[in-house]
Nanobody, 127 residues
Framework: QVQLTESGGGLVQAGGSLRLSCAAS????????MGWFRQTPGNERELVAAISWSGGSTSYADSVKGRFTISRDNAKSTVSLQMNSLKPEDTAVYYC????????????????????WGQGTQVTVSS
């Protein structure tokens, strides 16, 4: 079993920054693609950013392009999400997820293709 543990959420004013981290532990996955998703009450979980095993391929939601940056450190089994210029509409529970892939350059963007999920961390942006 793979465990994903997020950290770094909290309360921040609009325009501020937060850095989310996700640490993977337990059974090792082969070339896992990683992603950050977010969800607000009554809404479906949506992709924020995703990154391939190699780190060379990334994908971002249009709403966060230019403000958020996803990165990973495979040696430490961690993935991070640097969030800058935060807006009140970024308020959500943020989830880290991992997906098994066959290719090191694959980016996974669909919620249903992820195999493991963290428990989530709350991000609240005040106006």
């Amino acid at each position: 079993q793979v465990q994903l543990t997020e950290s770094g959420g909290g309360l921040v004013q609009a325009g501020g920054s937060l850095r989310l981290s996700c640490a993977a532990s337990g059974r090792s996955l082969s070339r896992p693609a990683m992603g950050w998703f977010r969800q607000t009450p009554g809404n479906e979980r949506e992709l924020v950013a995703a990154i391939s095993w190699s780190g060379g391929s990334t994908s971002y939601a249009d709403s966060v392009k230019g403000r958020f940056t996803i990165s990973r450190d495979n040696a430490k089994s961690t993935v991070s999400l640097q969030m800058n210029s935060l807006k009140p509409e970024d308020t959500a529970v943020y989830y880290c997820a991992a997906a098994r892939t066959a290719r090191s350059f694959m980016v996974i963007v669909a919620v249903g293709e992820y195999d493991y999920w963290g428990q989530g961390t709350q991000v609240t942006v005040s106006s």
